[in-house]
């Protein structure tokens, strides 16, 4: 389990004044938002509990009002705090590790199983599965494990990136099903660094194994021709070309959500959200069973924030339980507030239980955006991101504040060229010029098929 307070907030009191919350994430989900004065308490209750040899010590508490700086500097020593009072406790309490196997998916519904112990962390499986892929050290960063749900119908959702001091054995394991995964996948996002990553074999294998599966989901969208084109590379084992051509192609690289909910253009679009290219990807049924698509850039975010909410279920189905001990569901929404136009800002939202794993992508754009931006290395960050040390001057503060404006921050400044121009989101209608030669047509996806990819491509 992994705590972290990634930001705050500045929130009003019942008598008007205003307090800091410190929004407080589990395995990176927002689990509560409490006040300093509170997180105090618990240190006094954990203190009597366990001794002081056990708890950290605790943030001082200042006399006089804090300043933005002083805000920020807190945040830190509260997650440090929190971070370290978990280890304490766990090594108190004296949780078992012992050696097992875990499995490891690939694209194509390949396993790698590995021998790690129950205490492992993320980079620690991660290293693990790359020695037994025998994926350079220098590579491993370019690759993240990701927690799924395998459907019925084959399909996968995504629920999270796993965190960097996750313990994925924990994970998967205390979900007590068969349907979760944890799956190998790459972890950024501008195909430039495709070419990098192509030079090794191995790398190549899992790049060429995540495009082909990509398609055979109908993730990338490909038309008659192009299917052609691709499978006539596949059948000369043509990978490298393959991957190129895919790279031409639509959603190359995204990851595709399940069907949710949507109030834009309106209140209770249904839509399939992807995430790629530095954008999310709308592609919306709107009332009238009328099409359309349209794209919503991360440069032009303002900020976005994930909520969560009960909403009672009554007979199977949610709604308002007045005076019921019904059970209740958790309906989490991403909501982000973007420039639509010069001096036009909006709130778009989503409904959907993958609002977090939505959320995830945006902040690594990001990341991947400003270290861009700043001249710095993507190797770098990568190493760091492996590492568990990517700073969060580097990039977590770009989700209060946004790239498109200004900000006294210096670290943000450097961001605000990343919008060049300013032009109005559209939502193209899907006719039958633009669809004709696509799989999809008016459909969500595509459904062609590749060939199996063997053992021996890995």
């Known amino acids: 389990m992994h705590f972290s307070i990634p930001e705050t907030e500045v929130r009003s009191g019942e ?3 205003t307090y800091v919350a410190y929004n407080i994430h589990v395995n990176g989900v927002l689990h509560c938002r409490v006040r300093y004065s509170q997180l105090l308490g618990l240190h006094e209750q954990i203190k009597k509990e366990y001794g002081n040899n056990v708890v950290p010590a605790f943030p001082p508490k200042r006399i006089f009002t804090l300043t933005p700086a002083e805000v920020e500097q807190r945040r830190e020593q509260l997650e440090k705090y929190m971070q370290a009072g978990e280890k304490g406790l766990s090594e108190t309490q004296q949780i078992p ?8 998916y690939l694209s194509n519904g390949h396993k790698v199983k590995v021998n790690i112990l129950t205490s492992d962390q993320t980079e620690d499986v991660l290293e693990a599965v790359a020695l037994k892929l025998d994926l350079p050290d220098d590579l491993v960063g370019y690759f993240s494990l990701f927690l799924v749900r395998e459907g019925v119908d084959g399909g996968l959702t995504f629920i999270r990136k796993l965190q960097e001091f996750e313990l994925p054995y ?3 394991t205390s979900l007590r099903s068969s349907d979760f995964h944890i799956i190998l996948r790459k972890s950024y996002w501008d195909t430039a660094y495709d070419s990098n990553v192509m030079e090794n074999r191995v790398g190549l294998n899992l790049l060429y194994t995540q495009t082909v599966s990509d398609i055979e989901r109908g993730w990338i969208l490909v038309n008659k021709d192009q299917h ?3 499978k006539s590379l596949q059948e000369k084992g043509s990978k490298k070309e393959l991957i190129r051509l895919g790279q031409t192609l639509k959603y190359f690289g995204y990851i595709k959500f399940d069907p949710c909910i949507t109030d834009f253009p309106e209140k209770g679009c249904h839509v399939i959200v992807s995430a790629g290219n530095n954008e999310l990807n709308f592609h ?5 069973e009328q099409m359309k698509e349209g794209s919503f850039k991360v440069t032009r975010m303002r900020c976005w924030r994930v909520t969560s909410s009960q909403v009672p279920v009554v007979n199977g189905t949610a709604g308002p339980a007045p005076g019921s001990s019904a ?5 989490l929404e991403l909501a982000f507030e973007y420039l639509m136009s010069k001096n036009r800002l909006q709130w778009v939202t989503i409904t959907s239980p993958q609002a977090i794993m939505m959320s995830i992508c945006l902040q690594s754009m990001v990341d991947e955006l400003m270290v861009k931006k700043s001249g710095g290395s993507i190797t770098k960050m990568l190493r760091k991101r492996h590492n568990g040390s990517l700073h969060r001057s580097d990039s977590q503060q770009a ?7 200004d900000s006294p921050d ?7 060229k990343l919008s060049t121009k300013l032009s109005s989101v559209s939502l193209r209608g899907i006719t039958a010029s633009n669809s004709a030669n696509d799989i999809s047509g008016s459909d969500f996806h595509g459904n062609y098929a590749f060939e199996g990819i063997g053992d021996d491509d890995l």
């Not at 919306?284 to 009238?288: A, E, G, I």
């Open 228 to 230: 052609r084109q691709l």
């Open 170 to 172: 924990v994970s998967v």
């Open 284 to 288: 919306v049924k709107l009332p009238n």
């Open 97 to 104: 590790t012992e050696e097992v196997p875990l499995e490891i």
């Open 327 to 331: 059970k209740c569901d958790v309906k």
């Open 410 to 416: 210096s670290n943000r400044e450097q961001v605000v």
């Open 15 to 17: 008598n008007g004044s």
């Open 399 to 405: 989700v209060k504040s946004p790239p498109i404006l």
